[in-house]
């Protein structure tokens, strides 16, 4: 029987770590992968040294390393979506982006071309194999306090049928456990917490640097359109948002709503955050390949959104409809909608409209 052969995505943390070795205790033939994302340019900084951490795992457990360059194509996909998203009036999801187009994209190309079948990194999820259909469904990870599932519903069935996920069962706890048993250097390291390219959390600060342009400042607005003060840029600004203002109202004022076409932007109190539906495109389906009829769901319409019952309705040219039993806040165009039947995710899309 031909041994098996993976390519553990590394990142230097302890996740991808523990991966690996528990990749090697399963019998694959594993190589370590770190890939480059963001150059010095695009941080406007030199880059963590984590490449370091990764390729000393990657020595103390005997295994093959490499660097591979994925900068411009992480520029190009994900960096720029980002601005451009922001731009747009949209609140981006720079991780779920990445996951489709690069660490499932890019990398798991660049894994098969080199000749491996299996692309293995540390998400906190499952990936099975339904035996009566034959598709691949994407799970949650026994920690539910870790899960990164809602990350990862926008791969596709050819992604998912190469893609080990070996922490899906486990918890954090345990890694870390794993990891100090093996005596790995990073069995402690802090998990990042930030978005990668932006480790200071300054967004706008990051696009005025990219652009190499500042945004104009507009009119902030109420919900009845008077003038109230003034805002730096209405690109900067995602709904929902308190902090960061810049403006005294006596009352907590919060972002509504944002006219990119007119920079600016509404804002009133929490209660006016709250909606029943929302329309989505660019879905992934798992169970089955499209939505053809009406379905009970529980939705996510962000990472930490506590999922909600809702029903979902097909639309032509793949959308869909998600209305909800009750109503949510700050529904945001951009972000992805998840949906949920128990542990299994039956599909994943972009928001494009709230209703």
């Known amino acids: ?72 194509a992480f520029t190009a996909h994900v960096a720029e979506h980002f601005v451009a998203a922001y731009e747009a009036g949209l609140t981006p999801n720079p991780c779920y ?9 890019l990398l ?26 034959g598709r691949f469904l994407l799970k949650k990870a026994l920690d539910e306090n870790k899960d990164q599932s809602y990350f990862l519903a926008g791969l596709n069935q050819q992604q998912l049928a190469h893609v080990r996920l070996p922490l899906g069962e486990l918890t954090k706890e345990q890694v870390r ?84 076409e007119n920079n600016t932007v509404t804002l009133g109190p929490n209660e006016a955050l709250f909606r029943t539906a929302l329309r989505a495109d660019n879905w992934s389906w798992f169970p089955f390949p499209a939505l053809t009829e009406p379905i009970r769901v529980l939705a996510k319409v962000r990472y930490r959104h506590t999922p909600q019952w809702a029903t979902v309705y097909p639309e032509p040219d793949g959308f869909a409809r998600v209305i909800f039993d009750e109503p949510q806040r700050a529904i945001t165009t951009g972000q992805a909608v998840v949906l949920y ?7 994943g899309g972009t928001i494009t409209e709230i209703l």
């Open 108 to 133: 798991l190309h660049l894994a098969l071309e080199m000749g491996y079948d299996t692309l293995v990194t540390g998400h906190y999820a499952r990936v099975e194999q339904d035996p009566a259909t």
């Open 1 to 72: 029987m031909t041994q098996r052969k993976a390519l553990v995505a590394m990142s230097g943390g302890v996740d991808s770590s523990v991966a690996l070795f528990l990749t090697k205790k399963a019998g694959f033939s594993c190589m370590g992968a770190y890939m480059q994302m963001c150059s010095r340019a695009l941080l406007g900084r030199e880059p963590n040294d984590d490449a370091s951490d990764a390729k000393a795992i990657a020595q103390k457990l005997d295994t093959p390393f490499t660097l591979l360059d994925g900068k411009d």
């Open 177 to 260: 456990q794993i990891a100090q048993a093996q005596g790995f250097i990073n069995a402690r390291k802090r998990d990042s917490q930030d978005i990668c390219f932006i480790p200071d959390g300054d967004h706008i600060a990051f696009m005025e640097r990219y652009r190499g342009a500042t945004y104009p400042e507009g009119d902030y607005l109420d919900l009845q359109g008077h003038v109230i003060g003034r805002h730096k840029g209405a690109a900067g600004y995602t709904i929902g948002q308190r902090k960061g203002l810049g403006i005294a109202l006596g009352a907590p004022a919060y972002v509504c709503a944002k006219d990119m």
């Open 341 to 347: 039947e128990g542990n299994t995710v039956i599909g």
């Open 97 to 105: 982006q990445c996951n489709k187009t690069i660490k499932f994209g």
